[in-house]
């Protein structure tokens, strides 16, 4: 059982910048692929970005790649999202959700755990 808890969102100004936060509980931390989903009012929950178990692959939905970056600190059973360069269209709720072992997919499904959110919103 993992649980995840997101943090570090907020208000910020078109181009700035945002790090977000997942710290999950549990001691195989280092086994489980990470990702990243946002979710705007109305619309369905989407792909952002994820990150591997050693934290040496990393995939992302076309629309952040080179923006947004996942990285993962496995001694700190964190994962990060750096979002820079953030537009209007990056307003969302973001979630992390993890699966046990090397996970690719975009399918939100997929992901067995999931934690409760944070709101990002983006001014113009």
């Known amino acids: 059982q993992v649980q995840l808890v997101e943090s570090g969102g907020g208000l910020v100004q078109a181009g700035g910048s945002l790090r977000l936060s997942c710290v999950a509980s549990?001691?195989?931390?280092?086994?489980?692929?990470v990702a990243w989903f946002r979710q705007a009012p109305g619309k369905e929950r989407k792909f952002v970005g994820a990150?591997?178990?050693?934290?040496?692959?990393?995939d992302y939905t076309d629309s952040v790649k080179g923006r947004f970056t996942v990285s993962r600190d496995n001694a700190k059973n964190t994962v990060y999202l750096q979002m820079d360069s953030l537009q209007p269209e990056d307003t969302a709720v973001y979630y992390c959700?993890?699966?046990?072992?090397?996970?690719?997919?975009?399918?939100?499904?997929?992901?067995?755990?999931w934690g409760q959110g944070t709101q990002v919103t983006v001014s113009s």
């Open positions: 990150i591997r178990l050693s934290g040496d692959i990393t």
């Open positions: 959700a993890a699966r046990i072992g090397a996970v690719k997919s975009v399918v939100p499904g997929i992901y067995n755990y």
């Open positions: 549990g001691r195989t931390f280092s086994s489980y692929t």
